[in-house]
């Protein structure tokens, strides 16, 4: 029986022709069962892009592809044509639903392939993106290529074809930056039923932040996982934040370590988490956020109240003890909870993070409770007509600078995820 797997994931070949490639792929050629191609790990020339893309070009029940990794060494030139036969060839299958490219090149000199793709596949389900280098403008490109999609997909559904929801982005490590927020805000808008948003360690300003919030994941009703870690809030994300959480009610891992939410801004999360609404959420990622002991406070009473299924918070590098009775309250809660679950057994998602962790982090970081005051309310005011002003910016310079761009290229083109189940 032939394997639903085909797999060259690893194993550190370089193939630049046909013929270096044909005797990797032979029993792919002749496997029309295959749902899942991992091609991770290895660097592809043009030429053995090309032949590869004429055998997935013929694999109709292909589901998932593992591209991750496939041009270390290779020039910048060299990757447009390569992954274009790859994209080419995938954009005739009609099941394939989840992509992988982390760790390729993908700037503004490479993206055109890439977005020509994204804006055309309308089986596409679940997109991962982590490390490929965009920046600002091709990020744009990227987010545009997203909300183009949907009128691809509502296209298909009007043909009478079954096509699903976009479901998942991940975006990481890519210096999307506040310039590219106006894009993603409505690639988001537009795809309203996604349920996973993961964009780390961005470069991300408040600013940028509030606009992707109000204006975008604001409408994700059915959003399950969102992941900002790494960016910045402050105060004024913050409050953002607390003001469209409560447009989340399935929400079940919120991840916001390293945002610098302030005291003032832990203080607002944990008051809007307090109201209700959020009966699955399970993991709180908060370290290294300056929270004080009154956002602390507010947190414990939160899980207490208003979050029942709550079992994993991480706290370490805020500003209180280790002995503020919020934590003793927050662990005991959990452990109780625990003690009463059926089964306390984690299983790592596909980015490592074990969503069946239970209790508090280590708290090794904690530090000094400052006697500082948040910043006055005349300063907030400030920074909210500043961060206004910044995005109202970034989108004019969106539409002015890359708008011409996409067009020349994109028109010149004319698991879960790498655990996810084969069906």
Known sequence: ??????????????????????????????????????????????????????????????????????????????IPPALSSLLTALLTLPYLHTINLSDNAFGLKTQAPLVAFLAEHAPLQHLILNNNGLGPEAGTLI?????????????????????????????????????????????????????????????????????????????????????????????????????????????????????????????????ALAKGGHAQLTTLRLQHNDIDARGLARLAQAAETSLPALQRVELNGNKFSDEDPGIAT????????????????GTKDEDGDKEGEWGIDSLSDLEDPSDEEDEDEEEEEEDEERAEKVVKDAALAEEQEVAQDRDAEVDALAGRLAGAEIR
């Open 143 to 271: 987010a545009n290529a997203l909300t183009e999609l949907r009128k691809k997909k509502e296209g298909a559904r009007k043909d009478g074809k079954q096509v699903p929801d976009l479901e998942t982005v991940v975006c990481g490590r890519n210096r999307l930056e506040n310039g590219s927020m106006a894009a993603w805000a409505r690639a988001f808008a537009a795809h309203s039923r996604i349920r996973e948003v993961r964009m780390v360690q961005n470069g991300i300003r408040q600013e940028g932040i509030s606009h992707l919030l109000h204006e975008g994941l604001r409408h994700a009703e059915t959003l399950a996982v969102l992941d900002l870690q790494d960016n910045t809030f402050t105060a004024v994300a913050s409050r953002t934040l607390a003001d469209v959480v409560p447009s989340w009610p399935q929400l079940r891992v919120l991840g916001l370590g390293d945002c610098l939410l302030s005291a003032r801004g832990g203080v607002l999360v944990a008051e």
């Open 1 to 78: 029986m032939a394997s639903k797997i085909f797999s060259l994931e690893g194993k550190g070949l370089k193939l630049d022709t046909a013929e270096d490639v044909e005797p990797y792929i032979q029993s792919l050629r002749e496997n029309d069962a295959v749902m899942e191609v991992r091609l991770a790990g290895n660097t592809l020339g043009t030429e053995a892009c090309k032949a590869l893309g004429a055998v997935l070009e013929t694999k109709k029940t292909l589901k998932i592809a593992n591209l991750a990794d496939i041009f270390t060494s290779r020039l910048l030139a060299e």
């Open 330 to 345: 927050l662990r005991s809660l959990l452990t109780a909870r625990q003690e009463c679950s059926p089964s306390d057994v």
